[in-house]
């Protein structure tokens, strides 16, 4: 069955880094484009990124462009979200997602469907001083 | 960005009656809504995209509606197990952006 599994969340202070991974089995990975989408504590889902099928195109949240990035390796079924310049505002669970689109035989521009069929339990990024 | 508004953000409802939560966007988004279900301390599950297509796994006492910038999301029968959050979110524009969030809970 589909299984997303996140790993690489931690407690780290302002202004550091940190790395996310996201595994992948259960399905066809290179023809999925995935998703970041996280929850702070008791709130709400926040889209954060994704990264198309191929790794081609990437699209982010404003509050986290030009300090997230989304990339993939897929002959290691892996999807990455390099974090930096952390704010304590992005303490939260980071969950990644499959795109619905199976990209598989399409020739077309749109790679993906943008909604979530599948998600990981979760990683908790917490960032305090 | 759009702005999805939930109402209401709590509903409580018994078992086996009908329950109706709402989505409003602040911009028509063409049908290009979905929902989700998340139970606590468990990730969301896709119920609904495209407003009205059923994901695989929900029985059909759940049904969507909608068009233009309102959406309803309908339980004909809650059932114990649908006690639970529910979130809309829109993919016609980027970013892609939820609603807040309504809790069904047990009256």
């Known amino acids: 069955q589909v299984q997303l599994v996140e790993s690489g969340g931690g407690v780290v202070q302002p202004g550091r880094s940190l790395r996310l991974s996201c595994a992948a089995s259960?399905?066809?990975?290179?023809?999925?484009?995935i998703h970041w989408v996280r929850q702070a504590p008791g709130k709400g889902l926040q889209w954060v990124a994704v990264?198309?099928?191929?790794?081609?195109?990437?699209y982010y949240e404003d509050s986290v462009k030009g300090r997230f990035t989304i990339s993939r390796d897929n002959s290691k079924i892996l999807v990455y979200l390099q974090m930096d310049s952390l704010r304590v505002e992005d303490t939260a669970i980071y969950y990644c997602?499959?795109?619905?689109?199976?990209?598989?035989?399409?020739?077309?521009?749109?790679?993906?469907?943008?909604?979530?069929?599948?998600w990981g339990q979760g990683s908790l990024v917490t960032v305090s001083s | 960005e759009i702005l999805m508004t939930q109402s209401p953000v709590t509903l409580s409802v018994s078992p086996g009656e009908r329950a109706t939560l709402s989505c409003r966007a602040s911009?028509?988004?063409?049908?290009?809504v979905a929902w989700y279900q998340q139970k606590p301390g468990q990730a969301p599950r896709l119920l609904m995209y495209?407003?009205?297509n059923r994901a695989s796994g929900f029985p059909a006492r759940f049904s969507g509606s909608g068009s233009g910038t309102e959406y309803t999301l309908t339980i004909s029968s809650l059932q114990s197990e649908d006690f639970a959050l529910y979130y809309c979110?829109?993919?016609?524009?980027?970013?892609?952006?939820f609603g807040g969030g309504a809790k069904v809970e047990i009256k």
């Open positions: 990264i198309s099928y191929d790794g081609n195109a990437q």
């Open positions: 495209d407003a009205s």
């Open positions: 997602a499959k795109d619905f689109f199976n990209t598989q035989g399409y020739s077309g521009k749109n790679h993906l469907r943008n909604f979530f069929d599948q």
């Open positions: 259960g399905f066809a990975f290179n023809y999925y484009g």
């Open positions: 979110q829109q993919y016609n524009k980027w970013p892609l952006t």
């Open positions: 911009e028509s988004v063409n049908n290009k």
